[in-house]
Nanobody
């Protein structure tokens, strides 16, 4: 069993900052990628940012300059630093990981339960 445990969500005023963390634990051989998606009420889930084990980063174009992703391979943890937050950033933020259970297994997608981020105007 693999768990992705998110933390750091909450309520913040527009212009403020939050830092999300997600730690993966369990029977993990390796992690190919970790990242964040978000889903606002009434909208589809969308990519926020992803980082590979090799350090390649992909951030949604609309969030570049405000959101930064980083990772700690030794801790199987990914972080999302969110600055200059706007009300439209309000959403449930989900941690995502592609995990291998052995050196011969394909990668499997796992999701966290989500953490609410609310930005007030």
């Amino acid at each position: 069993q693999v768990q992705l445990v998110e933390s750091g969500g909450g309520l913040v005023q527009a212009g403020g900052s939050l830092r999300l963390s997600c730690a993966a634990s369990g029977s993990i051989f390796s992690i190919d990628t970790m990242g964040w998606y978000r889903q606002a009420a009434g909208k589809e889930r969308e990519l926020v940012a992803v980082i590979t084990s090799g350090g390649t980063i992909n951030v949604a174009d609309s969030l570049k300059g405000r959101f930064t992703i980083s990772g700690d391979n030794a801790k199987n943890t990914v972080y999302l630093q969110m600055n200059s937050l706007k009300p439209e950033d309000t959403a449930v933020y989900y941690c995502h990981a592609q995990i291998r259970y052995s050196n011969r297994s394909p990668s499997y997608t796992r999701w966290g339960q989500g953490t609410q981020v609310t930005v007030s105007s």
